[in-house]
Nanobody
């Protein structure tokens, strides 16, 4: 069984910072690209940032210069450092792993965590 578990969400004032973490648990050989998405009430889920296994990152325009995605392959963990937060960043943030190869060589595609809430007050 492989799971993605997010942590680090919470309530912060505008201009503040939060660091989200997402750890993949289970018997894992390899994880390909990972990313963060978010979904605000009444809105569709949107891409925030992605990072390849080799560390190449890409960002949505609305977070460029404020958010930084990183990963630790040895820990099967991806992070999202969020600075200069705005009220419009309020959403549930979800971790995604594009492809996970388990120790039994089974590949699992399109893996999602349960989400962590980020609320930014004005």
């Amino acid at each position: 069984q492989v799971q993605l578990v997010e942590s680090g969400g919470g309530l912060v004032q505008a201009g503040g910072s939060l660091r989200l973490s997402c750890a993949a648990s289970g018997s894992i050989l390899r994880i390909s690209a990972m990313g963060w998405y978010r979904q605000a009430p009444g809105k569709p889920r949107e891409l925030v940032a992605t990072i390849t296994r080799g560390g190449t990152a890409s960002y949505a325009n609305f977070v460029k210069g404020r958010f930084t995605i990183s990963r630790d392959n040895a820990k099967n963990t991806v992070y999202l450092q969020m600075n200069s937060l705005k009220p419009e960043d309020t959403a549930a943030y979800y971790c995604n792993a594009d492809s996970i190869i388990r120790s039994d060589r089974v590949r699992m595609d399109d893996n999602w965590g349960q989400g962590t809430q980020v609320t930014v007050s004005s």
